[in-house]
């Protein structure tokens, strides 16, 4: 066995987006199309010799035989060892808690996310780094200078290994310890979380319904909930991980989710629902006949998580990324902890969460997390919730209704404009950008334009700045409109438009959100001219 050096030549658009690089996979089956990247990888972080890694995916097509390239990298590149997940197979909250766990010096985890997996379909790669958490900027804009100007790289001519058979082994002289994908996970969120209690809810008749959309959690849900808490067999639905998720699009929102929100929205609803994607990061949560939104949820959390036993001490702060309402900031603001806006991608809460300055973390797009790894995580989510609910002993609606009682309401809603040519997405959004600094006073909707601007960022620990993070419109009412472009899409371009209204109550807390919202919907088609640019006049995808 002999490590192999490769002539390569660079690889134009291998360009890290919000969450690694995602393409079509029959692009990253393509010659040298995965090598490169993970040896720019490699060079990035300074070499792998000597360094120890944790490797693992959501299992979707094409995880298992790029596992075996990256090994084969590691190891022609002097790694000293690697920790891959039973099949390839990680969670990326599973992936963030064993980089951490072990000590390593980092984790390369396999997975496009809530993009749908298959031949035709997606495949991700992405970098996290010691502490567990993805690769920030500085890091992915020096992995791709390096795909721009590779030469070479390095491989062994070493067999495939068996990645079935949990234990040690070796390739080519570097350690390989295969672990159970699911145990440690468990445990840690057995130290979390009151087990007992939440058992004892299931064992008093508390139903549920988890869908794993045919994606990673299946294993982690059905361990944790069906085994370990006691909930009834079948809780877990669509729960083994198949490599193009059965065909369905792994993103927990009521769109893609529909079969469990028709469930959870029929006569014969379980008390509790909840989803999750292809990486099991994100979660979408729904009571009997009520819908819990995400930037809702996160406050909510954020206002209860001291009833479970891990956050007892209460939280030292909350951060979401801008899109995301301000719902938690007004939880915050009663507990009197920190508040942070970061802009969008779970990378930006990793210094916050490294210096201990916020506890909890949130983003609308479905994704919760907290200090206990660097990664958004949809179990956890769903296990904070089952154990606020078996403390309050209230229905998700009941909570729902007084916390709004008690906070005011954000209204809020996410519209999509998928598959855009970009070039016309570029149009509007210049155009947008270019329509701000006359904003001000502006009229539209009965609503006034306090102000506008492109969201930059300066990160409170280390002082780096990220600027042009999403155009934001506020009004003096206090409704807002916020624009970017996705950075996770493999197709033209997805015009995101975040829309939000805040309502004081105690009146008007229980609308419909869009009707709640339409003025301010009207309004950012206006502001922004979205169907002159795009010719688009209703979103695909509302959350
Ligand atoms: C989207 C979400 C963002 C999330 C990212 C990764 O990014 O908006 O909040 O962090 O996906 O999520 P974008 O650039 O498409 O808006 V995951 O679960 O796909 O890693
Ligand atoms: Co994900």
């Known amino acids: 066995m002999t490590a192999l050096t490769i002539a390569t030549q660079p690889i134009a658009g291998q360009k890290p987006g919000t969450s690694g690089l995602r393409k079509k996979t029959p692009v990253f089956m393509g010659p040298h199309y995965l090598q490169n990247f993970v040896q720019a990888i490699f060079d990035a972080i300074g070499g792998a010799a000597g360094k120890t890694f944790v490797?693992?995916?959501?299992?979707?097509?094409?995880?298992?035989?790029?596992?075996?390239?990256?090994?084969?990298?590691?190891?022609?590149?002097?790694?000293?060892?690697?920790?891959?997940?039973?099949?390839?197979?990680?969670?990326?909250?599973?992936?963030?808690?064993?980089?951490?766990?072990?000590?390593?010096?980092?984790?390369?985890?396999?997975?496009?996310?809530?993009?749908?997996?298959?031949?035709?379909?997606?495949?991700?790669?992405?970098?996290?780094?010691?502490?567990?958490?993805?690769?920030?900027?500085?890091?992915?804009?020096?992995?791709?200078?390096?795909?721009?100007?590779?030469?070479?790289?390095?491989?062994?001519?070493?067999?495939?290994?068996?990645?079935?058979?949990?234990?040690?082994?070796?390739?080519?002289?570097?350690?390989?310890?295969?672990?159970?994908?699911?145990?440690?996970?468990?445990?840690?969120?057995?130290?979390?979380?009151?087990?007992?209690?939440?058992?004892?809810?299931?064992?008093?008749?508390?139903?549920?319904?988890?869908?794993?959309?045919?994606?990673?959690?299946?294993?982690?849900?059905?361990?944790?909930?069906?085994?370990?808490?006691?909930?009834?067999?079948?809780?877990?639905?669509?729960?083994?991980?198949?490599?193009?998720?059965?065909?369905?699009?792994?993103?927990?929102?009521?769109?893609?989710?529909?079969?469990?929100?028709?469930?959870?929205?029929?006569?014969?609803?379980?008390?509790?629902?909840?989803?999750?994607?292809?990486?099991?990061?994100r979660n979408m949560v729904v009571g009997r006949g009520v819908y819990v939104s995400p930037s809702d949820s996160l406050a909510v959390l954020a206002a209860n998580a001291h009833l479970a036993p891990g956050y007892a001490r209460g939280l030292a702060g909350v951060a979401r990324s801008m899109p995301t309402s301000a719902a938690a900031d007004r939880v915050a603001d009663a507990l009197g902890i920190g508040k942070f806006e970061t802009p969008t991608g779970w990378k930006f809460f990793g210094n916050l969460l490294d210096a201990g300055r916020a506890t909890l973390c949130g983003e609308e797009s479905f994704g919760t997390g907290s200090d206990h790894v660097r990664e958004k995580d949809g179990l956890w989510a769903v296990l904070l919730w089952l154990n606020i609910l078996a403390v309050r002993q209230q229905s998700v609606a009941a909570i729902m209704a007084e916390h709004f009682a008690r906070f005011g309401r954000n209204y809020y809603s996410r519209h999509d404009f998928e598959a855009i040519a970009t070039d016309k997405a570029d149009a509007m959004m210049a155009a947008l950008r270019a329509s701000l600094p006359d904003l001000a006073g502006h009229e539209v909707e009965g609503m006034t334009v306090q102000g506008a601007d492109d969201f930059a960022y300066t990160d409170p620990v280390d002082g780096s700045v990220s600027a042009k993070q999403g155009v934001r419109i506020l009004f003096t009412d206090g409704s807002r409109i916020v624009m970017r472009l996705s950075g996770t899409g493999t197709e033209g371009a997805t015009l995101r438009v975040y829309l939000e209204r805040f309502t004081p109550g105690p009146d008007g807390l229980d609308h419909d959100p869009q009707e709640a919202l339409a003025p301010v919907i009207r309004a950012a088609h206006q502001l922004a001219r979205i169907g002159e640019f795009t010719g688009r006049t209703e979103p695909n995808v509302i959350t």
């Open 55 to 281: 490797l693992g995916g959501d299992g979707r097509y094409f995880n298992d035989s790029a596992a075996q390239i990256i090994l084969k990298m590691a190891a022609a590149n002097g790694a000293a060892k690697v920790i891959v997940g039973q099949h390839a197979v990680l969670s990326t909250p599973a992936a963030s808690h064993l980089i951490r766990l072990n000590k390593t010096d980092g984790g390369i985890i396999m997975s496009a996310s809530h993009n749908p997996g298959g031949p035709e379909e997606d495949f991700g790669v992405k970098f996290n780094m010691p502490n567990g958490g993805p690769a920030p900027e500085a890091v992915t804009e020096a992995m791709y200078q390096r795909t721009t100007e590779i030469t070479e790289y390095r491989i062994s001519d070493a067999p495939d290994i068996d990645l079935g058979r949990v234990g040690a082994t070796t390739l080519d002289g570097m350690a390989v310890e295969v672990v159970d994908s699911v145990t440690d996970y468990a445990a840690l969120m057995e130290t979390l979380f009151d087990f007992p209690a939440i058992r004892a809810m299931f064992a008093g008749g508390f139903t549920m319904r988890f869908d794993a959309m045919c994606a990673v959690t299946g294993p982690y849900a059905t361990e944790i909930l069906e085994n370990r808490l006691g909930a009834a067999k079948g809780t877990v639905t669509h729960g083994t991980p198949l490599p193009d998720f059965g065909g369905m699009h792994p993103d927990p929102n009521p769109t893609w989710a529909h079969e469990l929100m028709d469930e959870m929205m029929g006569p014969n609803a379980p008390d509790f629902g909840a989803a999750s994607d292809g990486d099991g990061d």
